[in-house]
């Protein structure tokens, strides 16, 4: 499956982001998906996922309540709502498919390509 990120960009601190991911290339409804993000200097961090009907989701603890992630299996796209956005929120944002339990514990097999988030103080 092809992962193609989308919806980064500059926010103020406090503002909202929304970002999407296009998924082509196979079956979207049989894959689980996830956000992962990358801090200059850090380690990729897992963010939230869901699973392939969307019927459950999970998220890091450092987003949750803040960070919504949502899927629309008929036009093979995920989501990632993004409220109360912080300075540490500034990353790049992957989308990943896989496994549900994969993607929570573990390294998704399918990575796009990114989408930069920066949020201002």
């Known amino acids: 499956v092809q992962l193609q990120a989308s919806g980064g960009g500059l926010v103020q601190a406090g503002g909202s982001l929304r970002l999407s991911c296009a998924a082509s290339g196979s079956t979207f409804s049989a894959y689980a998906m996830g956000w992962f993000r990358q801090s200059p200097g850090k380690e990729r961090q897992f963010v939230a996922a869901?699973?392939?009907?969307?019927?459950?989701?999970y998220y890091a603890d450092s987003v949750k309540g803040r960070f919504t992630i949502s899927r629309d299996n008929a036009k093979n796209t995920v989501y990632l709502q993004m409220n109360s956005l912080k300075p540490e929120d500034t990353a790049v944002y992957y989308c990943?498919?896989?496994?549900?339990?994969?993607?929570?514990?573990?390294?998704?097999?399918?990575w796009g390509q990114g989408t930069l988030v920066t949020v201002s103080s």
């Open positions: 869901i699973t392939p009907s969307g019927g459950r989701t």
């Open positions: 990943t498919a896989g496994a549900y339990s994969v993607i929570i514990s573990s390294t998704p097999p399918y």
